[in-house]
């Protein structure tokens, strides 16, 4: 380490000693304090393009407080990265880089580190686990080549394990398990794979056997290579970094040697029921005796059924005793794919032009936005400018950065496979697809469209990530009107980075509305904007973000006769509306004979009408859904604007729904909780209070898990309240399920709060 490097290096401990004493910094100052050349970088072998073979895309997924953090602090200590432990328990893990995450010890934002681990090179998306972030796991699993399920070995496949296994199940990513935890006295190795099997409707591979259960958890058994791993605290330190390997023939537990080699046996059975290449070998060269097969046989065939997802390879260790990390790493290089062993229909048409995808920004006060990319195919170099199809604009790329939390490296090129960090692209936003050029754009829409007839001009875009609709939102208001433009800005920036926050102005009040998936996103968002942009916000109640629909046809007639900018206009308007599906949007559709007598310019006129009337509707104005609108006549005076017909269309719309009867659609979550039996019927009493219908009670080891929907609205506030019936020993997920219509009597009561009446 030179002397700059003795610098960074204590303002490195310097930041995260202020941290620890509660003084803040934010993301952008703790990077402004270590420069974007952090100097306990092990090599430059780090900041160099290596072989696409060698490259591993990874995520790490889990139920909250499975261990991610604490596995990817692990990881990045062995790997020589980091020179300290970080810990989440004391605020100062560097995947954690946001102060909240430093704060509230969890996962907010998913930040990318690479590091090299022996030949390979890791990119690692650590993503979080609460349920108001899914949708930061969704992005980073579209990115990902290949995943660490992390478990809790006490507690096996937990809620919020199930809906990220189900999401990496969509994209087709080959999973690795990691059974934490297995320090703790209820760790439990045969449930946690019974759990696998059973809820994720997984193959497990078991790799390991653990070595001493709970504290005596010493180390594992490495089945492929028949050697015992045990970590042992030397005089100095325990830091996990020295363990000892001995061949499982010299360890002298015979109990322990025998439970091995049966579970060795049936490996070896299971994978050759798996991939037919492994067993005509045993058949033919090692019919005699399986076990003689050489470890590589058995660790390619591992890799090829984890490739093609016929079975999970499945690991255990402790990672906060530091334990079972290093052949965790070996694992992530031996079983998870290479990026070209990965199938992407789409990128082949650009062959070797750049072809990239934009998963995440991140706003910095400094440099302006820092676009995630992974790049698919070509290079991707600073200083060159690129095309942004979705946004049909070339943007110029100023710097390249290898991401490593708030450290990042620079760099001048990186190739397919790889993660990016790029400065300079100020339009673009997650989900957009970053080419070249236009001409390239257009070069790989003709290789398309003459190979499969893909209809496509502007280029081939890759898709993007879903985001799902905001359940939540509340008014935020400046302290002064003088910092309306502050907080527009911050919002702006803040919308950039994270798509499920969505921020509109009332029409009526002209206050700013945030909508969020949850009652934590909504406080992270206030929390950031007060740290990071330094304006103290109000935050109005949090509301649920309802909907309306009609219960009845009814047809109304509106006429409109006014006199604006010297000008008499006069309409009348004749319409149904119909109540359809309640999950479908608005519908509306002319009556033959009207339609054929309307210009193109009248019908757009009409269908504004009906449109702005969706947004919002009779009863409370929220958007209206499940309407479907049939428009019987418009009669119209010569001279008469198009402005006036679509604000005839929608007083006609409005008198229509009033009449047809309104309806309120309330947002039904459904919710999954995990309980001990001792607690379970207060729990059904709680539900019961809250509306909530139980779908059905699982058994679980000593635990039970409800499944059952509850109207979001009877949700606030859960978390503490279950922490308070359960003494802490519950844990819960929450996703939207379905809109459906509010009771009667609970619509008459939501109508009086409204009306200030309750
Ligand atoms: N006993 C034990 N505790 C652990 C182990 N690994 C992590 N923990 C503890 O479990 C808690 C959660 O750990 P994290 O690493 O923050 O878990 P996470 O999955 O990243 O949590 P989120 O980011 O909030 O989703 C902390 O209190 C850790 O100290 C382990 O191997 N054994």
Redesign the pocket.
């Given at each position: 380490m030179g002397l700059r490097g003795i610098g960074t290096y204590s303002m490195m401990i310097r930041g995260r000693h202020l941290l620890k004493h509660g003084i803040q910094l934010s993301s952008c100052q703790i990077q402004r304090y270590y420069g974007f050349v952090p100097d306990n970088v092990k090599s430059l072998r780090m900041v160099a393009n290596p072989d696409v073979s060698k490259i591993r895309n990874i995520g790490i997924m889990?139920h909250?407080?499975?261990?991610?953090?604490?596995?990817t602090e692990r990881m990045l200590y062995y790997s020589g990265f980091t020179r300290m432990l970080g810990d989440?328990?004391d605020g100062d893990t560097v995947t954690d880089f946001m102060v909240q995450e430093r704060e509230r010890?969890?996962?907010i934002q998913s930040a990318t580190v690479t590091f090299d681990w022996k030949t390979h090179r890791i990119n690692l998306i650590d993503t979080?686990?609460?349920v108001d972030f899914t949708l930061e796991v969704e992005r980073a699993l579209r990115v990902l080549d290949g995943a660490v399920a992390?478990f809790d070995a006490s507690a096996g496949v937990e809620a919020q394990t199930l809906t990220v296994w189900r999401q990496a199940e969509k994209h087709r990513v080959p999973c690795i398990c990691f059974l934490?935890?297995m320090?703790?006295p209820a760790a439990n190795l045969s449930f946690s794979m019974e759990s696998i099997r059973q809820k994720l409707k997984a193959n497990p591979l078991l790799l390991q056997i653990p070595v001493g259960v709970g504290r005596s958890f010493t180390g594992v058994i490495d089945l492929v290579n028949s050697q015992q791993m045990i970590w042992k605290a030397t005089s100095r330190e325990d830091n996990g970094r020295a363990f000892e390997t001995k061949p499982l023939s010299q360890v002298e537990n015979s109990d322990l040697v025998q439970e091995a080699q049966e579970a060795r046996a049936a490996l070896i059975e299971q994978v050759a029921d798996l991939d037919d290449e492994f067993a005509d070998l045993l058949l033919t060269d090692f019919s005699d005796n399986f076990d003689a097969i050489p470890s590589i046989k058995l660790q390619e065939a591992v890799r090829r059924v984890t490739l093609a997802q016929k079975a999970v390879p499945v690991l255990c260790g402790?990672?906060?005793?530091n334990k079972g990390v290093q052949p965790l790493l070996d694992a992530i290089t031996a079983y998870l794919p290479a990026p070209d062993q990965r199938h992407n229909d789409l990128v082949r048409w650009y062959k070797e032009d750049l072809c990239a995808l934009a998963f995440k920004v991140v706003h910095d006060k400094q440099r302006g936005p820092l676009v995630f990319l992974r790049i698919y195919s070509g290079t991707m170099k600073a200083q060159t400018a690129v095309h942004n199809i979705n946004r049909n604009s070339v943007e110029r790329l100023s710097r390249l950065l290898v991401p490593f939390a708030d450290q990042p490296v620079e760099t001048s090129s990186l190739t397919a496979g790889n993660i990016a960090l790029a400065v300079g692209l100020k339009q673009t936003v997650t989900g957009d697809t970053i080419v070249s050029s236009k001409a390239s754009a257009a070069a790989a829409a003709r290789r398309a469209n003459r190979d499969q007839g893909l209809e496509t001009k502007a280029g081939v875009i890759l898709s993007g990530v879903e985001v799902p609709e905001p359940v939540f939102f509340c008014s935020i208001e400046p302290p002064t009107m003088a910092k309306q433009a502050d907080l527009e800005n911050a919002l702006d920036c803040l919308q950039r980075e994270d798509p499920s926050l969505k921020v509109r102005v009332d029409p009526d009040s002209g206050q700013t509305i945030l909508c969020g998936m949850g009652e934590l996103h909504i406080e992270i968002i206030h929390d950031r904007i007060r740290r990071e942009y330094g304006i103290e916000t109000h935050l109005g109640p949090l509301q649920v973000a309802y909907r309306e629909t009609v219960l009845n046809h009814a047809s109304a007639t509106e006429t409109l006769d006014r006199t604006a900018g010297g000008r008499r206009h006069v309409v009348t308007v004749t319409l149904t509306v119909s109540p359809v599906d309640h999950a479908s949007s608005g519908l509306a559709t002319l009556e033959e004979e009207t339609e054929r007598q309307m210009s193109a310019e009248m019908k757009d006129a009409v269908d504004n009408g009906v449109q702005s009337s969706y947004l919002q509707g009779p009863l409370l104005g929220y958007p209206v859904q499940g309407v479907s609108t049939a428009i019987q006549s418009i009669g119209l005076e010569p001279g008469t604007s198009l402005a006036m017909v679509s604000a005839c269309v929608s007083r006609c719309m409005l008198k229509a729904m009033k009449k047809a009867g309104g309806q309120i659609l309330e947002p039904v979550m459904s919710l999954e909780v995990t309980v001990s039996e001792d607690h379970l019927s207060s729990l059904l009493g709680d539900l019961a209070q809250r509306r909530g219908a139980v779908r059905d009670i699982q058994s679980r080891h000593d635990s039970k898990l409800v499944l059952a929907t509850v109207p979001l609205a009877e949700m606030m506030g859960y978390s503490t309240a279950l922490r308070t019936l359960s003494s802490g020993n519950a844990t819960f997920s929450l996703q939207l399920d379905c809109y459906s219509a509010m009771e009667p009597q609970h619509q008459r009561r939501l109508l009086q709060r409204v009306a200030g009446l309750a």
């Open positions: 889990a909250i407080d499975a261990g991610k953090t604490t596995t989440v328990d010890g969890i996962t979080p686990g609460h992390v934490n935890k320090d703790k402790s990672s906060l005793k």
